[in-house]
C-alpha cells in the first residue's frame, strides 16, 4: 500500500527549529518527485519546498535560506524531510508532504505552531 505518514510538528517559540519527518511506504522516495506544502489559517495550500528525482531543490521564497529539503532512501530508511530553522509566527500552519507517482500521494499532515 502506497502511503505517507509525517511527524515532527509541534509548538517551537520565533527563533526556534523543527524537524518534519515524512515516512513513505509501498515506493521509494528517492525514485519520484517529493515534496513539503503547508496551509497557513485562512489561505490556500502552497508549495514550500520540492526536491526531483535528480535531486535538485527549490523553496518558496520566504523560506528560502531557513529550510531545508532532504531525503533517504534506503533499505533501512525511506523518509522525507524539511529541517525548518529561524522560524516565525507566519509558518504557522498544516503541513504535508507529497509524492508524484502515477497519482498524487498526500499525507495526513503535521501541525507547527510558532508563537511566543
Known amino acids: 500500500q502506497v502511503q505517507l505518514v509525517e511527524s515532527g510538528g509541534g509548538s517551537v517559540q520565533p527563533g526556534g527549529s523543527l524537524r518534519l519527518t515524512c515516512i513513505g511506504s509501498g515506493f521509494a522516495v528517492g525514485a519520484y518527485p517529493m515534496s513539503w506544502w503547508r496551509q497557513l489559517p485562512g489561505k490556500e495550500r502552497e508549495l514550500v519546498a520540492s526536491?526531483?528525482?535528480?535531486?535538485?531543490?527549490?523553496?518558496e521564497d520566504s523560506v528560502k535560506g531557513r529550510f531545508a529539503i532532504s531525503r533517504v532512501s534506503d533499505t533501512t530508511r525511506n523518509r522525507l524531510y524539511l529541517q525548518m530553522n529561524s522560524l516565525k509566527g507566519e509558518d504557522t500552519g498544516l503541513y504535508y508532504c507529497?509524492?508524484?507517482?502515477?497519482?498524487?500521494?498526500w499525507g495526513q499532515g503535521t501541525q507547527v505552531t510558532v508563537s511566543s
Open positions: 526536491i526531483s528525482r535528480s535531486g535538485d531543490t527549490q523553496y
Open positions: 507529497k509524492a508524484e507517482l502515477w497519482r498524487d500521494i
